[in-house]
T-cell receptor, first 113, second 112 residues
Framework: DTGVSQDPRHKITKRGQNVTFRCDPI?????LYWYRQTLGQGPEFLTY????????KSRLLSDRFSAERPKGSFSTLEIQRTEQGDSAMYLC???????????FGPGTRLTVL | QKEVEQNSGPLSVPEGAIASLNCTYS??????FFWYRQYSGKSPELIMS????GDKEDGRFTAQLNKASQYVSLLIRDSQPSDSATYLC????????????FGQGTRLTINP
């Protein structure tokens, strides 16, 4: 049983560029979550998928952010026209319906210069 | 008022002693409560979950829940230097998504 994986682990980009992150959940998990964590804070919820349907988005998720989970398996999170304030750790977690437990991947650390 | 509040610390405890971490939450509809451990530069790792009032023990860890007081705690017995980390309290927000709402974390240092 492999855990949640994320790619890349680190991304450095210049302001204004677009970036895309990938998350592969635990194989039997139908729920997938994205969170963002800045230094000294706990993770903050961004969005949630059940299977391929995106069922909830946080107000934190501006129009520059988009997430997909096209076949109910892996998910991508894209940030367009990155800003320095987007610098953070982007965490993916997965879980199953009927259980609240979420397991986190290793995260993608984004640095916007 | 933040939805989930923790003492940010740092909390310093001698090796072998009991470390006590506290968390309060504001949403009375929350049903599930979790403690995650996060080492510097790493992602959160689930260490305890608790769903009903009372104590739940797992090895050196004991989680305590009091829904009337909206209070969750984590006790770490026989603290080891490897327990030095940030501990995050998380609460489900209710509704279908069951998204987690986190506190800001308590940084714990175990002194040899």
């Amino acid at each position: 049983d492999t855990g949640v994986s994320q790619d890349p682990r680190h991304k450095i980009t210049k302001r204004g560029q677009n970036v895309t992150f990938r998350c592969d959940p635990i194989s039997e998990h139908n729920r997938l979550y994205w969170y963002r964590q800045t230094l000294g804070q706990g993770p903050e919820f961004l969005t949630y998928f059940q299977n391929e349907a995106q069922l909830e988005k946080s107000r934190l998720l501006s129009d520059r952010f988009s997430a997909e989970r096209p076949k109910g398996s892996f998910s991508t999170l894209e940030i367009q026209r990155t800003e320095q304030g987007d610098s953070a750790m982007y965490l993916c977690a997965s879980g199953t319906s009927g259980r609240d437990t979420q397991y986190f991947g290793p995260g993608t650390r984004l640095t916007v210069l | 008022q933040k939805e989930v509040e923790q003492n940010s610390g740092p909390l310093s405890v001698p090796e072998g002693a009991i470390a006590s971490l506290n968390c309060t939450y504001s949403d009375r509809g929350s049903q599930s409560f979790f403690w995650y451990r996060q080492y510097s530069g790493k992602s959160p790792e689930l260490i305890m979950s608790i769903y009903s009032n009372g104590d739940k023990e797992d090895g050196r860890f004991t989680a305590q829940l009091n829904k009337a007081s909206q209070y969750v705690s984590l006790l770490i017995r026989d603290s080891q230097p490897s327990d030095s980390a940030t501990y995050l309290c998380a609460v489900t927000s209710g509704g279908g998504a069951q998204k987690l709402v986190f506190g800001q974390g308590t940084r714990l240092t175990i002194n040899p």
